[in-house]
C-alpha cells in the first residue's frame, strides 16, 4: 500500500492561496522599496556625492513631468564654435557642475536670429560704442557665476570699460579664432581680451576630432553616449533614479571612468578655505606627455597667431589672460598631497603658454603669482568642488586684468 497521500483540492486551493499571498507580499514590499529609494534619492540630491549627483541630474523628478533634478543645459556642441550657448535665454538657472548653479541670459546683439547665444547683463543689453574690449575665451570668461560678479562685467561696472563678452563654455583656441572673427570683429574692438586655460590644448584637440579633421573619438556625457535604446529601458533611464544608479555601476570600466573623471578625490579644509581638486581630467587635459595635447598645443598657437595678424591689421590690440589651475594657485596646500612631479605636470602647459608669448612677443598676463599671493593669505579664490573662480576669484582677476591694462598703457585711469 502506498503511503504517500496527495493533497486534496482543498488543500491545494489553501497552498495556492497561501503561495500567491506571500509573493503578492513580497512584490508589494519590493516595490515598496523602489518607490522609497526613489524618493529618498530625489530629497536626498543635493546631499549626495558629486559622481551620483552627476548620473542623476537629468532624471525627471516623476514620470508625470519633463522637469529634471537639474534644469537642461543650454549648451550644445556646434561645428564651427566647438560648443555654443543657445540664444535668448532669460535668466535661467543653470548647473554646468551639480553644485555650481547661476543664472544665466544670452543674446546674440549682431545677429537676433542666431541659434548662438552670449552671456549678456540683461535680455535688453546692447553694446557702448565704441566698444572698448570683447573677449573671447571659455568658461573662465563664460564665469561660473552670478554675471555681476564675471570680471568681464566688473570691469564695465568698476571702471567704466564697455565690454562685449563672446565667451563660451568647452571651448579652446582654434574656436575662439572662429568666435572672434564672426562675431568679435564686427565690434570694430579697440582691445581684444583673449582668455586662454591649461585644458586649451586638449580642447582644441578635441574639436578637431568633432570636425573630423583628426582621428579620435568625441567626448559625449555617460548620459548621452550610453543611453540604452530600448523603449522600457529608456523610459526607466529618464524616469528611474534607483535604475540608472545600477545602470551605471554595471556599465564596463571606461563608463566608470567617464563618470567620475570630473569628480576631485583630495580635500582639504582649513578654518578659511575648503578645498576639493586633482580630478582625472585636470591631470589628462594638461598632461603634455600626450601626444593629443601637444597636437593641441600647435592648434592653440596657430589660432593665436592668425588672431595676432588679423588684428594688427586692423590697429586692434590683443591681451592674452592665462587662468591658473586650482592645484597650482593653492600649492601650499596641493603639493603635499600631488606631489612635486604631479603639480609641476599641471602648471606645464601654463609655462609652455608663456614661453610662445615670449617667442612671439604678445601681451601676456599670467595670472598665477598675483592669485597664489590671495591664496597664501587663505583666500578662497575657487568654488570649493570645482576648478572654476568664484565670485571673489573674479574680483581678484578683475584687479589684475586692469593693472595690466593700465600699465600697457591700453587704458586710462577714469
Known sequence: MNDYLWPSPRQEKKSWRYWSSHLAAIAFGLLLSWLLLEGLLRIAYPLLPLTIQSTLRHVHMT?????????????????????????????????????VGFHTTTKNWLDPNSHVGFRVPAPDWEPRWPVDAVVVGDSFSFCYTEYGDCWVQLLADWYGLSMV????????????????????????????????????????YGFAVQRGEVAGEVFLPPEIAWAPEGRVARW???????????????????VQTAVTMFADPYHIQTDRLDLAFGRRYTLDSTNMDDPKNQFGRQQTQAAILEAKQALAERDIRLVVVLVPAKEVVYASWTEPVLGVEQLTAISESSHLMLSFCQEQNLRCLDATP??????????????????????LGNQRLTELIWAFLVDEELVKKP
Open 63 to 99: 514620470p508625470f513631468t519633463n522637469q529634471q533634478l537639474l534644469p537642461p543645459q543650454i549648451w550644445q556642441h556646434d561645428d564651427n564654435f566647438q560648443f555654443i550657448s543657445r540664444a535668448n535665454i532669460n535668466n535661467e538657472l543653470q548647473y554646468p557642475d551639480p553644485r
Open 165 to 204: 563678452n563672446l565667451g563660451q563654455v568647452a571651448t579652446g583656441s582654434v574656436s575662439h579664432l572662429n568666435v572672434l572673427r564672426t562675431f568679435g570683429l564686427p565690434y570694430e574692438p579697440r582691445l581684444v581680451i583673449w582668455q586662454w586655460y591649461g585644458n586649451d590644448f586638449n580642447d582644441d
Open 236 to 254: 526607466l533611464y529618464d524616469n528611474s533614479a534607483v535604475y540608472r544608479v545600477v545602470d551605471t555601476i554595471a556599465r564596463p570600466p571606461d
Open 370 to 391: 598675483a592669485l597664489q599671493a590671495f591664496a597664501e593669505q587663505e583666500e578662497q579664490l575657487y568654488w570649493p568642488e570645482d576648478t572654476h573662480l568664484n565670485g
